[in-house]
């Protein structure tokens, strides 16, 4: 598509429970990035990926967070437990390449209660 | 010492006011830099994007970049109310891509 696409838009968990995030990058793009935005703005780095390999994870809490873009499928960000501190808006962006323009989706936003 | 730091405002002009928002960094590595704007519950969108140093100019938009004083700035002429948004620098440099933002300006243009 010519636009990245988030899904779910909102996603409301109890704390404990997992969270499942979905993005799918625009076609022909090969790298795909997840960012965190908390209060105040701030953008997390959280993953990379160069198609379907992990590029740079240096940001992923990685006790409960995992993510994943296979072949043919969105790629995904899973959150296993979910803690308070996890609500926020998790945007995908996607670029041709890694030093080239990221295009963002419209985020989900997560809230755990 | 924060890596990108931006004032968050908020910033109010009125409608034909000439904007000027910037960043400063630390990160000498830093070779790509961004301006994003960014409305209430949406996702970020590119504004301007400059590859080292010098002026880029889109529009009512001008992006500047002093690499030697690690500055950047956007400039917004004849601002129009639709430009009332959150305006993010963003930059990266090295091997990984990822991008380091700045807090976010907020602003405000009145009619």
């Known amino acids: 598509g010519e636009e990245v696409a988030q899904t779910p838009k909102h996603l409301v968990r109890g704390e404990g429970q997992k969270a499942k995030l979905y993005c799918a990058p625009i076609?022909?793009?090969?790298?795909v990035f997840w960012y965190q935005q908390v209060l105040k703005n701030e953008f997390k780095f959280l993953i990379s990926?160069?198609?379907?390999?992990?590029?740079?994870e240096t940001g992923m809490p990685k006790e409960r967070f995992s993510a994943k873009c296979l072949p043919n499928s969105p790629c995904s960000l899973e959150i296993q437990a979910t803690k308070l501190e996890d609500s926020a808006v998790y945007f995908c962006?996607?670029?041709?390449?890694?030093?080239?323009?990221?295009?963002f989706g419209p985020g989900t936003r997560l809230l755990v209660l | 010492q924060k890596e990108v730091e931006q004032d968050p405002g908020p910033l109010s002009v009125p409608e034909g006011a000439i904007v000027s928002l910037n960043c400063t960094y630390s990160?000498?590595?830093?070779?790509?830099f961004m301006w994003y704007r960014q409305y209430s519950r949406k996702g970020p969108e590119l504004l301007m994007y400059?590859?080292?140093?010098g002026n880029k100019e889109d529009g009512r938009f001008t992006a500047q970049v002093d690499k030697s004083s690690k500055y950047i700035s956007l400039f917004i002429r004849d601002s129009q109310p639709s430009d009332s948004a959150t305006y993010l620098c963003?930059?990266?440099?090295?091997?990984?891509?990822?991008?380091?933002f700045g807090k976010g300006t907020k602003l405000s243009v009145k009619p």
């Open positions: 962006a996607s670029s041709r390449d890694r030093q080239e323009t990221q295009y």
């Open positions: 963003a930059m990266s440099g090295g091997s990984q891509g990822n991008l380091i």
């Open positions: 076609k022909g793009h090969s790298y």
């Open positions: 990926f160069q198609n379907e390999n992990v590029f740079d």
């Open positions: 400059t590859y080292s140093s």
């Open positions: 990160n000498s590595a830093f070779q790509y």
